[in-house]
């Protein structure tokens, strides 16, 4: 679910305006940064280490977006014999389309039970030593 923060309304003050509005700034939310197409913007948890190469360790929060076009070297999220599996997208010079780990190894070719499901636009992983991990923060990108 993406939440949108009110903007607050600016207080209006009679006179001089104070030099310091020059340098104000809205809040930043990750959402605007993060999100193009809400409707279209879909998160997972990544599960395993098949994509470590890549910098998506196991526990990540991928963004995905489900509108864009997956093109050559894209990492996806595909759906293959009824598994949803996160692997970058390879075309050869002929054209044939394969999924790939990190480790290389098990190219999967694009068949008809094959469908790219969406394009993974961001990774979000924890960099918080386990220690850190207590109470609310337990579960931020938890590990």
Known sequence: ????????????IS??????DDYLEGRLDISDVLVIDPHCTFYFRMDG?????????HGSLLVVDRSLRAIDGAIVIACWQGK????SLN???CGA????????????????NLEVWGVVIAVCYNVMPKGLLKGKYRNVCAL
């Open 97 to 112: 389309a394969s999924l790939q780990s990190s480790n290389g190894i098990d190219p999967i070719a694009k068949d008809a």
């Open 49 to 57: 280490d098949t994509m470590s190469g890549f910098q998506i360790p």
């Open 91 to 93: 075309f050869s010079p």
């Open 84 to 87: 949803l599996l996160c692997r």
């Open 15 to 20: 006179g001089f305006k104070s030099p310091a």
């Open 1 to 12: 679910m993406i939440r949108k923060v009110q903007q607050r309304a600016q207080q209006t």
